[in-house]
Every structure is written in C-alpha cells, then in structure tokens.
C-alpha cells in the first residue's frame, strides 16, 4: 500500500520555526519528485514547494520564499519542510504529495500529484 505520512505540525508563535516530515512507504519514490501544499480553512488548496527527484533543485511559492525550506533524503524515503520565521497567515493543514514513478520534474499544479498524505496542522499565532 503506497502511504505518506506526515508529521511536525504543532502550534507555534510568529517568528517560529518548525520542520515537517513525510514519511514515505509501499514504493520507492526516488524516481518522483515530492511537494508540499496547504490549505487554510475556506480557501482552496494552493501549492508550497517541490523539489526534483535527484533533489537538485526546488521551487517555492512567492510567500514562502527565503523562509522555507524543502528537501529530502532518497535512503530514508523522506521529505522534509524547514519552516522559519513563520507568520500567522502560514496556518493551515499542510500536505505531502508525490509525482507518479519518472516524473520526477517540478511542477506546482495539484492534479499533476497522485499520492497524497492525510495532513499535518500547523497554527502559527500572533
């Protein structure tokens, strides 16, 4: 069974940091390229980072930029998001997704993604 599993979130106060984790199982993904999306309650699912499967570059949301950071290790099957100076409007559920087996390049539309995880809840507080 194909599972990622997220973990990290919490409850935080702005200029916080947190690091999220996605644990991954039931294939390899290291021909995928992994992202990670939120959605804050009432708006829709919007795009956060990815990074390719060799891990050598990465894309970043406009409002995340220089703030997050997204990377993986291919051994563990994990992904990471290093979360700084965190604002409040960073709260939402955040979730880990997967590209299919050899798309392994960068993309930040949803649909493009075909495992997700079940989310994690960050709340960042002022």
């Known amino acids: 069974q194909v599972q990622l599993v997220e973990s990290g979130g919490g409850s935080v106060q702005a200029g916080g940091s947190l690091r999220l984790s996605c644990a991954a199982s039931?294939?390899?993904?290291?021909?995928?390229?992994m992202g990670w999306f939120r959605q804050a309650p009432g708006k829709e699912r919007e795009f956060v980072a990815v990074?390719?499967?060799?891990?050598?570059?990465?894309d970043y949301a406009d409002s995340v930029k220089g703030r997050f950071t997204i990377s993986r290790d291919t051994a563990k099957n994990t992904l990471y998001l290093q979360m700084n100076s965190l604002k409040p409007e960073d709260t939402a559920v955040y979730y880990c997704a997967a590209r299919r087996p050899g798309y392994g390049g960068l993309s930040s539309r949803a649909h493009e993604y075909n495992t997700w995880g079940q989310g994690t809840q960050v709340t960042v507080s002022s």
């Open positions: 039931g294939r390899t993904f290291s021909s995928s390229a």
């Open positions: 990074i390719t499967w060799t891990g050598g570059s990465a």
